[in-house]
């Protein structure tokens, strides 16, 4: 689980262009959105299409992005859950 949270911290930065970001700077519970790293909605549709194209998982809803969303941690749960692995 682990090295999924790094892959999906190093895919937000690179993937969302998140500048004078680290990887290590990410803490695994702090809010993706908002106050936590600052995502914002234009984010979270890119963040759908890189996790059904890295992790083979679609997110269906709003309903079920807010969930994954919420941190590093939810989201590594959430693919972990529809990979069968979790």
Not at 10 to 23: C, N, P, S, T, Y
Not at 66 to 81: G, R, W
């Amino acid at each position: 689980m682990d090295t999924l949270k790094q892959q999906l911290k190093e895919m937000i930065i690179k993937d969302l262009k998140l500048q004078g970001v680290a990887a290590s700077e990410i803490s695994d519970t702090e809010p993706l959105f908002g106050d936590g790293l600052g995502l914002d909605s234009l984010d979270a549709v890119e963040l759908v299409v890189l996790i059904q194209k890295h992790h083979g998982v679609q997110i269906a809803d709003m309903e079920e992005g807010q969930k994954a969303f919420v941190s590093i941690d939810a989201l590594a749960s959430f693919i972990a859950e529809r990979q069968g692995s979790g």
